[in-house]
C-alpha cells in the first residue's frame, strides 16, 4: 500500500480524510505541535503496528472542541482552569475517563486538526506521525519518510508552527504533576493556577 498525499485545504480532502478514518484506516494530519497520525476509535491496534509503539503506552485523544471534555472524563478544579487558559493549544491533560482508566485529552490550535476530529465524531485517538523512538514530523514529506506504506492518507497542511510536542499535565488527583514539558511553561502553568486559586 501506497500512502496517499491529499492537501488539506483542498475541496473534499477533510471529507475524504474522515471517510478514510471510518473505513478503519490510519490518517497523518498537522496540528499545532507536530503532525499526528490517527485512527478510529475501534482501530487502535493499527496505530501500534505502524508505528511500532510499545503496547504499554496509552494513545491520547485529541478532540475539536473543549466542551467535549466534560463527557469524556471527570474533569477536576485544576483541569478545568488549565483547559479554559490554554485549549485550543499545546497542552495535554491526564484525566480518569469512566470505565476507560486514566486517558490524556487535549484540543489542538490548528483548524485542519478541529475539522477533522469534528467530522469523525469530536474526538479521536491521535499520536504523534513518526515510528517510535524516532524524530517528530513537522511536515508531511517528514511524515511519508518515516511511515510511507504503513498508513494511508496523510493530509498535507504544510510546516507546522510548533517544533516540540505539548505539554503533558497529569490531573487525575487535586495535586498535579508534569509529565512533560512541551511548548508550555511550568511558570505559565502555575501561573494559572495561582489565579484560579486551585494551586
Not at 491529499?6 to 503532525?35: I, N, S
Not at 469534528?118 to 491521535?126: E, K
Not at 511524515?143 to 492518507?153: C, F
Amino acid at each position: 500500500m501506497k500512502t496517499r498525499l491529499l492537501q488539506a485545504e483542498a475541496p473534499g480532502a477533510v471529507e475524504e480524510a474522515a471517510a478514510a478514518l471510518a473505513r478503519g484506516e490510519l490518517v497523518a494530519f498537522p496540528t499545532d505541535t507536530v503532525y499526528g497520525l490517527a485512527a478510529g476509535h475501534d482501530d487502535l491496534q493499527k496505530l501500534y503496528v505502524a508505528k511500532d509503539r510499545p503496547k504499554e503506552k496509552r494513545i491520547p485523544v485529541l478532540l475539536s472542541d473543549a466542551t467535549n471534555l466534560e463527557a469524556s472524563a471527570m474533569v477536576t478544579p485544576a483541569a478545568r482552569a488549565l483547559a479554559a487558559a490554554f485549549w485550543p493549544g499545546p497542552l495535554t491533560l491526564v484525566l480518569v475517563a469512566p470505565r476507560r482508566g486514566t486517558i490524556a485529552f487535549r484540543v489542538p490550535d490548528h483548524p485542519v486538526a478541529r475539522r477533522l476530529i469534528a467530522a469523525s465524531g469530536g474526538g479521536l485517538p491521535v499520536t504523534s506521525a513518526n515510528r517510535s523512538g524516532q524524530p517528530d514530523c513537522r511536515n508531511a514529506q517528514e511524515v511519508l519518510a518515516q511511515l510511507d506504506g504503513r498508513i494511508a492518507l496523510v493530509l498535507d497542511g504544510g510546516a507546522t508552527v510548533g517544533d516540540k510536542p505539548s505539554t503533558i499535565v497529569d490531573c487525575t488527583t487535586d495535586r498535579i504533576e508534569i509529565k512533560r514539558q512541551g511548548m508550555i511553561s511550568l511558570a505559565q502553568i502555575e501561573q494559572v493556577l495561582r489565579q484560579a486559586k486551585v494551586a
